[in-house]
């Protein structure tokens, strides 16, 4: 397995040259994170349409929660076929794909006309979408070097908390244009936020290459510092298991039990952000100021990601960075289930927020440093659909507390524990490598 470690990650010399590395992160990162937006921007639409959609729709709390629920089933079980179907057909073909049919399917949710209408329409929304993320995060590791991922990979991921700070405040806009031409708010917005993903789509067909020796837009001197580098990082890897044996690791499992802690949170904000903060605003049918408050902790999120992840670079450690930020996410959820106040709950908000987006991008630097390179794929799309499990569960899970409680505190002490969870997971990874046990 790799040298790369949870604590005290090994330092790699910078063989492949700053200046081609950044050749290529200009090249991909900026489009690849406009994908990601749009991507995002689908989970957090339905949050914003159930301020409206769920009394046109005669939706509970619980069934609203079931609505994404089964969205997240179809991403699940599409998964890691997906990820693999994409090592097949290359990137450059099948992250188009992805984006056509979601964006297609997404923008089909404004025709839901009842609970089976919306159930039905999420689950092809989440078939279409499934192997999207693992999809780039494996991309990702066919260009950057080891010590650039950590970069890479947060600047990919500050998607989602953007997408959280102008999508929030975007959708708060377009549910007002509820009644134009007759058509309501809610359905504006699947239309409005689902078309730019197919023209998207389109252009990532033309745009995307499957690897670096391929790139019309690299040197062959470039080529081959980038192959040399990555043909240095190959040979410090062993295979010594199968695929299938390397997935039923401890160290993969161990992994998957992380995410699906961090993920759970992760979900929730995405999902019931806009309802946490409509409990406690005197005015719940301003969906402007709904917005703008649901706005302000992607911000904050966008802002500490590249910083931390940067740092962790640096320092060429994982363990503690990731820590860290997850702790101030349980902090985060604390507070809102302390203090019914609207200034502290939207600062709990932006603790959890900034904790738990901060973290991921942490976190997704391990599993490239735990697989081998035959095994990558099929790994990170495990790991990947242990967060789409979490994600599956959370809304309905969370929803039906909702609806049973009255609050939404047993939902988020649902949430805290799961991430106490995923340290502890987390931590036991990094202990395994520190021993010296084989991965």
Not at 9 to 17: F, I, K, R
Not at 44 to 57: E, P, Q, R, T, V
Not at 258 to 286: C, H, K
Request: aromatic content about 12%; glycine content about 8%; charged content about 10%.
């Amino acid at each position: 397995m790799s040298e790369v470690v949870l604590r005290g990650v090994t330092s790699t010399s910078l063989d492949a040259g700053e200046g081609v590395i950044r050749k290529v992160f200009w090249r991909l990162i900026p489009f690849l994170f406009l994908l990601y937006v749009l991507s995002y921007l689908d989970r957090i639409a339905i949050g914003f349409a159930a301020l409206s959609m769920n009394k046109d729709l005669g939706l509970t709390r619980t069934m609203f929660g079931i609505a994404n629920t089964v969205f997240y089933v179809g991403y699940v079980l599409c998964e890691v076929p997906s990820n693999l179907l994409l090592v097949r057909f290359g990137a450059h073909r099948w992250i188009p794909r992805i984006m056509i049919t979601w964006g297609l399917a997404s923008a089909a949710t404004m025709f839901a006309v009842g609970p089976n209408s919306l159930y039905a329409l999420r689950l092809l929304v989440g078939i279409a979408e499934a192997g999207f993320l693992p999809g780039i995060l494996l991309y990702l590791t066919f260009w950057f070097p080891r010590h650039w991922r950590a970069r890479a990979t947060a600047i990919f991921m500050v998607a989602q908390p953007v997408t959280i700070a102008f999508g929030s405040s975007l959708s708060g806009l377009v549910l007002n244009m509820h009644g134009l031409f007759g058509i309501s708010g809610w359905r504006w917005l699947f239309l409005i936020e689902g078309l730019p993903s197919v023209l998207l789509g389109i252009i990532a067909y033309f745009y995307l290459d499957p690897q670096p020796s391929a790139a019309r837009w690299l040197t062959q001197e470039e080529k081959a510092r980038l192959d040399a580098e990555f043909a240095r990082e190959a040979s410090q890897v062993t295979v010594s298991t199968s695929i299938w044996a390397e997935m039923r690791s401890a160290p993969v499992l161990l992994l998957c039990l992380a995410y699906f802690g961090l993920v759970t949170s992760l979900n929730t904000m995405a999902t019931w952000t806009p309802q946490i903060v409509s409990e406690v605003v005197v005015s719940r049918d301003n969906y402007v100021l709904l917005g703008l408050l649901s706005a302000l902790p992607g911000l904050v999120a966008a802002i500490a990601m590249p910083i931390w992840s940067a740092r962790s670079d640096r320092r060429s450690e994982r363990l503690v960075h990731y820590i860290i930020p997850t702790a101030l996410t349980a902090l985060g959820w604390l507070m809102v289930i302390a203090v019914p106040d609207l200034s502290f709950r939207v600062l709990g908000l932006v603790f959890a927020t900034a904790g738990a987006f901060t973290a991921m991008a942490i976190f997704w630097t391990v599993p490239p440093a735990v697989l081998s390179d035959t095994g990558r794929a099929a790994g990170i799309a495990l790991v990947s659909s242990a967060g789409i499990l979490a994600s599956a569960l959370s809304p309905s899970v969370i929803g039906a507390l909702r609806d049973l409680t009255g609050t939404f505190a047993s939902g988020l002490w649902y949430a805290t524990i799961l991430l106490v969870v995923s340290i502890v997971a987390m931590y036991a990874v990094g202990g395994r490598r520190r021993n010296g046990r084989a991965a």
